[in-house]
């Protein structure tokens, strides 16, 4: 004979607790909020005075958090050439035309610890979720390096298999040494397919196809490389309406402009995302939007380039997927997807006007609108019950905060600077304390500086 018992009291895994405010999800807000995680998932959210029992207690008091922000658009292996003096006030064709052959030093090693430190960084600005774009292949498998960094850290990360085709010789920009031939380029996406993308809910690590930009692949790669993804339900990403000088290029080599020609080759979908989209004309525009194409917006790179930022109040009124990127850092010179998102809310307001952007349009553009842009908006960029336990308790020095009183995701973007006081991503604290918790992290910044110097050719 058995007697009845009570089922066991659900005890969580982690519980983030006693926020000034928990911003949930666009509109919904807690203050004084707990958030529950279990299996790398939110398990329940609620009030002060309701929380779970939990076998991990993170303290938030006085902070705000929030979802973790998503970069959609970066070039991690930039970080080895960061400020690089020759090359940082030309246009950004001449920025090119002086880093690639610096670029076609990158190997394995260097891949690997420029992700590392790229990903502290990252999580350092409390970004849970990036997207990088690495299209210089001056040898083998610098994806799958990249790629073993994030898993060694536990990172989420969306590796997109860069490509460049056209070399100076074939009338495009970068130098032979980092290009490939089509074949190559098509076989080794498939390789990265099948080796590590992984469509499956809360996935760490998913692939996309990235030719660089119409500038420097062939229009057969194009073509093709839309088919692959359509074939293995991937996404496509690339550099689209970014300069001036894109629209002359493609008008001399393709008869059309930048967007025309993105059509023509199979990429309006809503399978693809952009990055920049600054001169797309209005009919454009409204085509792009009408596609559902997403648009990664990277205004810091922008603005440092001096060529111009995308319309993002207009893009967003009409229904294009807008997120963040913080693009290269050897364009941006940093990874923090809290600067690039205040950036966002400085541009929209220089842009439209004091109304045409708030803190919370902002980070909604960091979080939901980039989640959008990746395919991922039912488990990311929000913190609902079920979604992916990727989240921010942000610092502010109380100096900073000295009466800011009414609005704590104002503040957060107006009063800065701020930084992750803890990163979780998939449940897992990866900072904590303002700290990485990553325990070859030092390694690697050593590692990183060797190979940096070697690549500029610096003895010291």
Known sequence: ?????????EVAELLVRDAELLVVDSGWEIPGGWLAVTDGRVTGVGPAGSEPEARTTVRASGRLVTPGLINTHHHIYQNLTRSYAPAVNGSLFDWLTTLYPIWARLDEEGAYVSAYVGMAELLMGGCTTSSD???VHPRPRLVDAEIRAARDIGFRFHATRGSMTRSVEDGGLPPRSVTQTEDEVLADSERLIWAYHDPGPGALVRVALAPCSPFSVTRSLMTATAELAERHDVRLHTHLAEDHD??????????CRPVEYFEDTGWMSDRSWVAHCIYPNDAELRRLAAAGVGVAHCPSSNMLIGGGTARVGEM???GLPVGIGCDGSASTDHASLWMETRAALLLGRYRGGPGAMTARDALDIATRGSARCLGRDDELGHLRPGACADLVVWDLHEVALAGALSDPVEAWLRCGPARAWTTVVGGRVLVDRGEPRLPGLLEALRVHGA???????RST
């Open 246 to 255: 894109e629209d002359t290029y493609c008008l001399e080599t393709y008869g």
């Open 316 to 318: 967003r009124e009409l």
């Open 133 to 135: 774009h690495l299209y």
């Open 1 to 9: 004979m058995t007697s009845a018992v009570d089922p066991p009291i």
């Open 451 to 457: 190979v940096a110097r070697a690549m500029q050719g």
